[in-house]
Every structure is written in C-alpha cells, then in structure tokens.
C-alpha cells in the first residue's frame, strides 16, 4: 500500500514569490493534516481536514498561506507570498478515522527554502 | 498553552539501553504518541500511551505517567539503525503537540 505523497520533494523560491505543495493521503483516509517542522523543531500543525472539511484552521497564518481539500481526497497548502521565515519542511499526514488515540501516517515532507 | 519538553541529544553504543524522557504540561491530555524520525524521513509512529504504565513492543517500550506528567521511550539491544530523531508527541483535542525531538545516536 502506497504511503502519503508529497511533491515536490525540495522547493527554491525567491521571497514574495508564490508556492504549492501538493499531498495525496493514503486511500481510504478521511483526516487530513499539514505540519511545519523547521529545523531542530518538532511538527506544528497548520491544519487538519475532516473529508472535505477543515475542522481546525487556528494556526494557519491566513494572510498568507491558503489550503484546500476539494474533493476530500488530494490536498494543495499553498503561500503567497513566501517570506525568508517560512523556509522549512511542510509536512503531509493521514489517518484512517478521527480519534485521538489514532496514529498520523506522515509524508516525506517538502523542504521550503526561500532565498 | 503546551510545553512539552525532552533532552535535545543522547548518545550510546550498539547494544546498550537508552531512555529517554518527555515531561509535559498541556492545557488537556488525550494520551502521548512517540515517533521516530530519520534524516531527512517522515517520522513514523512508533507508541501510544494513555493510562499509566508501561507499554512493551519489542525493542521498544513506552511508560506514562499522567500524574507526573511524564513518559520515556527505552530503547534496547540498540542498533546503528536506531540513530534518529525520537519524537514526543501529547494529543488534546485531536490536535498533536510535538516536542522539539531527542536525536539518539549510536556508536559502534
């Protein structure tokens, strides 16, 4: 079974510049997430998809940044525009039904670099 | 607000035991995860502990404590491959707070 896809795997953009990270979950999984992990640092959530939903958007920085889920399945996070902070690893995660007991599957992540 | 906290680096030898240890305070408690994260990999979950005690897989064992806020992950019989990222993660509200994560490494 194939695990969460995340592409593109690194991303050179210069500051102001727009950017899109793209996450495809594993089949079947309703929950969707996307962390930031910046270096040295654990994951921080952004936001957390329920289906097509997005159920806790709090800590998205929403002058900028902007997600979608339109079909419950596919994801797109997107930045416009990028600053020299947002440089860091964008995490993609799923997981098969809502409860807190229920473990994360995480992408490999898209590593942000903006110059 | 979260505060979880872990030792930022450990180091042992091959074969050897390592714990490792994660204090927390958080405004709720839904039960503690730990994930193992490689160099630039995806972590990868490794326990969940919600009631008190220890939980026992393999190489691997998880322990809380909710009174104390604390748990550790102890490794055994460690191995080269074990050289990672370990980590700590409380869940509260559907919503995971990471530590800053223990880089564990091992040496011949």
């Known amino acids: 079974e194939a695990g969460v ?9 210069e500051k102001k510049q727009p950017v899109a990270f793209w996450c495809n979950p594993i089949s079947g999984h309703n929950t969707l997430y996307w962390y930031r992990q910046n270096l040295g640092q654990g994951p921080e959530l952004l936001i957390r998809y329920e289906n097509e939903e997005a159920v806790d958007d ?7 940044f902007s997600a979608e889920r339109l079909k419950g399945v596919d994801s797109t996070l997107k930045i416009q525009p990028a600053e020299l902070g947002d440089s860091a690893v964008y995490l993609c995660a799923s ?8 473990e994360a599957f995480f992408g490999q992540g898209t590593r942000l670099t903006v110059v | 607000g979260q505060n979880i906290d872990q030792p930022t680096e450990m180091t042992a030898t091959e074969g050897a035991i390592v714990q490792i240890n994660c204090t927390y305070q958080t405004s709720g408690f839904n039960g503690l995860f730990w994930y193992q994260q490689h160099a630039g990999e995806a972590p990868t979950f490794l326990s969940y502990n919600v009631l008190d005690g220890l939980e026992e897989k393999g190489r691997f064992s998880s322990f809380l404590s909710r009174s104390k806020g604390y748990s550790y992950l102890l490794l055994k019989e460690l191995q080269m491959k074990d050289s990672a990222s370990y980590l700590c993660a409380v869940t509260n ?3 995971l707070s990471f530590g800053a994560g223990t880089t564990v490494t091992v040496r011949a």
């Open chain 2, 93 to 95: 509200d559907y919503k």
């Open chain 1, 58 to 64: 709090s800590q998205l920085p929403k002058d900028r």
């Open chain 1, 95 to 102: 997981s098969p039904r809502t409860g807190e007991n229920t």
């Open chain 1, 5 to 13: 896809v995340q592409s593109p795997r690194y991303k050179i953009i």
